[in-house]
């Protein structure tokens, strides 16, 4: 029931009336009040100060008033006591928040909104089934259809301002605005595009009236309704006029998407970037489905991949802080993955490869382009240049795969890789800049390895056969480029280095063989010790793990443990491998601290002591047996002369060393010897050996270290 007029009135009057009970009282709370005529008011028990005198009786006053002078403003309080605190109203208005509006019913909510959102859906798809009827049947002609629309669009356009602009806000009214505009739109496209009764320019540039008087009325009325009833009509608005995929309805959606993308940036609507994307992109997706000319698509793929970056870009400068939000970041992610795939398949079907590795290429320049310009423009936020720049270079790397193949890509990737690490020197920011250098460094290094792998030939490296040159460059570049980004990028320089140097390792498994490995090895060795001497503890450990494939190869392929029985196959290289490990030792001998020499100085002499026991046991030799005389009066000799030597220069770990080689030389000698030996050679091995034992022991006793507290006087 629709109240009258008087009815109204009495309304209004009630309202007032309670405004100036509101108001008196107001007035009444703030009004000063003189002390003197401020009436005693009694306080409760339960609230009284614990510090106040005991009544008599409730509700009689204190025994005793003393009233207090008035104290004016300004002037100095009395000794003894405290400053009276400031008086407080008696009464406290209710603070006025925005939580204490009033909840909107569910009464309000369906009739003045949902009702309205309701009903400009229902029309607009009404009228896209009175088009799909009128066509089926032939009720009247195509110009009288898009005239009788039109006009009733119009109408219904006019209507909603008027009643919108007159009667105040109304959600009826926005959505009747909002319904005539995505009608307008749906006539116009059908009208141009399906009919072909206006010239395409001149229904684009109608559309694009309609696109920016949307714009205008939703901006003006900061209204959702009017987005999202006739913006997002109009973008479907090809689809529910069942207009074919092609360039007339493209344009369209194109202005469509303009319009909306308007609104977004302008009232910071970010579900409006969401329609515009879910709504859209399947659209022009499916018209890229069919073979088109390569102008054509690559005209769709640059307007609304443009469209969605500007609707990105715009979102951020239009954001209240200066962090990039989650949605456009999302957007502008899946807008470069969608664009990518999309022109890959579009443009390889009707052009071939090499137009679709360009567009991929052009792609990425633009990201790229995007990323440089959004990391200097001081309105922007940094991180949406780090996302531009992450994007530019992941289409390049994918460009660059599909475009190279072999050492190629590995050697692309190589120089990815030192380009990112010198990038990281030049950061900026020390948090974000860097982490991206960081990120695109890492890539690049795992891109290299990945093409590096499949070209290693696990059957050359155990089988010692040739290696294919792919392999051999693809290695190198991989190793130089780690090595190199290590001196760039400090940060990051123990990866890099483990990195580049188990690949420089390989190279050399694969490039090298026999003692020609070995020296490598040991010469990388001494290397990294250099290095390491420096203060560089990563080269340190290398060149230990290089010494020891060093020392390993070489008892594997060159003098293997088995040859102090029977002698090794080839001398010569066993000598000149041991002789390289040797001499690589050495150098590292003088190159480690004090602390750790006593350690190399042993390895050192362990090595020459097997090297002297290969030859003597190899050597002119014409039988085992021989050889293992030869080999058991060696042990014995230099234990003795190990011995003597810890004695004179009283070192406990040489002395030490002596007595364990003189322990494995007895146990060979009484378990081995005694048991394979002939007489004639067990009798020289045992006499030898206690010969040099009982020279051993005479030497020790003579030149013995004193004993603590030998000598000393004893204690009285």
Request: hydrophobic share 55%; proline share 7%.
């Amino acid at each position: 029931m629709i109240p009258t007029t008087e009815q109204r009135l009495d309304h209004l009057e009630e309202h007032a009336r309670r405004a100036e009970q509101r108001l008196r009282r107001l007035e009444l709370a703030v009004a000063p009040v003189p002390a003197r005529e401020v009436p005693w008011v009694e306080i409760p028990e339960h609230v009284a100060s614990p510090a106040a005198p005991p009544r008599s009786g409730i509700g009689e006053p204190p025994a005793e008033v003393v009233p207090s002078p008035p104290v004016e403003v300004g002037s100095p309080v009395p000794p003894g006591r405290s400053p009276a605190p400031p008086a407080q109203p008696a009464f406290a208005p209710p603070a006025v928040t925005a939580a204490s509006k009033p909840p909107r019913s569910l009464e309000e909510l369906l009739g003045g909104q949902v009702l309205a959102w309701v009903g400009g859906t229902a029309v607009i798809v009404g009228l896209a089934l009175l088009f799909a009827l009128g066509v089926s049947n032939g009720w009247i002609g195509e110009a009288e259809r898009c005239l009788i629309a039109a006009a009733g669009c119009a109408v219904l356009l006019g209507l909603g301002v008027r009643l919108h602009e007159r009667s105040g806000r109304s959600q009826a009214a926005r959505a009747a605005v909002a319904t005539g505009l995505a009608g307008l739109f749906l006539t116009l496209t059908v009208a141009t595009s399906h009919y072909e009764l206006v010239p395409p320019a001149i229904g684009i540039g109608l559309a694009a009236a309609v696109g920016a008087l949307a714009v205008a009325l939703a901006i003006r009325w900061a209204a959702p309704v009017v987005a999202g009833l006739g913006i997002v009509g109009a973008l479907l608005s090809p689809v529910l006029a069942s207009v074919p995929f092609e360039t007339g309805g493209l344009w369209f959606l194109a202005v469509a998407s303009a319009a909306a993308i308007a609104v977004l940036v302008w009232q910071r609507w970010s579900w409006l970037s969401v329609c515009v994307a879910l709504v859209a992109t399947p659209q022009w997706l499916g018209w890229l489905d069919a073979d088109r000319a390569v102008s054509a698509t690559l005209l769709v793929l640059v307007v609304f991949g443009v469209l969605q970056v500007v609707a990105a870009v715009g979102t951020v400068l239009r954001a209240p802080d200066d962090g990039l939000p989650t949605l456009p970041a999302v957007l502008l992610s899946v807008n470069a993955l969608v664009l990518g795939v999309a022109g890959w398949f579009a443009i390889f079907d009707v052009s071939g490869r090499p137009s679709a590795v360009a567009w991929l290429a052009g792609l990425a320049a633009a990201h790229l382009a995007l990323g440089l310009v959004a990391r200097r423009a001081p309105r922007l936020a940094a991180d949406l240049g780090i996302l531009g720049l992450t994007l530019g270079v992941l289409l390049a790397d994918v460009a660059f795969v599909l475009a190279t193949d072999g050492v190629v890509r590995a050697l692309g990737f190589a120089a990815g890789a030192v380009a990112f690490a010198g990038l990281t020197r030049l950061a900026r920011d020390a948090t974000r800049d860097t982490a991206a250098a960081a990120s695109g460094l890492g890539l690049h290094v795992a891109l290299a390895v990945a093409t590096a792998t499949p070209a290693l030939e696990t059957q050359t490296l155990l089988t010692g056969g040739t290696p294919t040159g792919g392999a051999v460059a693809m290695l190198a570049a991989l190793a130089g480029a780690c090595l190199v980004s290590a001196r760039l990028a400090p940060a990051y320089r123990v990866a890099l280095d483990v990195t580049g140097l188990t690949a420089a390792a390989i190279l050399a498994a694969l490039s090298l063989d026999g003692v020609a490995l070995t020296g490598v090895w040991a010469l990388e060795a001494v290397a990294l010790w250099s290095l390491g001497a420096r203060g560089d503890r990563t080269a340190r450990q290398a060149g230990v793990v290089h010494l020891g494939l060093a020392t390993a190869w070489c008892l594997a392929d060159q003098a293997p443990p088995e040859g102090l029985y029977g002698g090794v196959e080839d001398l010569g290289a066993a000598v000149l491998g041991l002789a390289a490990l040797l001499a690589a030792t050495g150098r590292i001998a003088i190159l480690v601290a004090d602390d750790e020499r006593p350690l190399v100085l042993g390895a050192l002499a362990l090595g020459g002591l097997y090297l002297a026991s290969l030859v003597v046991v190899d050597f002119g030799v014409q039988d085992v047996r021989e050889g293992q005389l030869r080999l058991s009066g060696l042990w014995a000799l230099v234990g003795v002369a190990a011995l003597v030597a810890g004695l004179r220069r009283d070192v406990a770990a040489v002395r030490a060393g002596a007595l364990a080689l003189l322990s494995v030389t007895v146990v060979k000698v009484f378990v081995y010897d005694l048991a394979t030996q002939e007489p004639s050679y067990r009798v020289a091995s045992f006499l030898g050996l206690g010969v040099l034992l009982l020279g051993a022991a005479f030497a020790y006793q003579r030149l013995r270290p004193e004993p603590p507290g030998d000598g000393a006087p004893a204690p009285q």
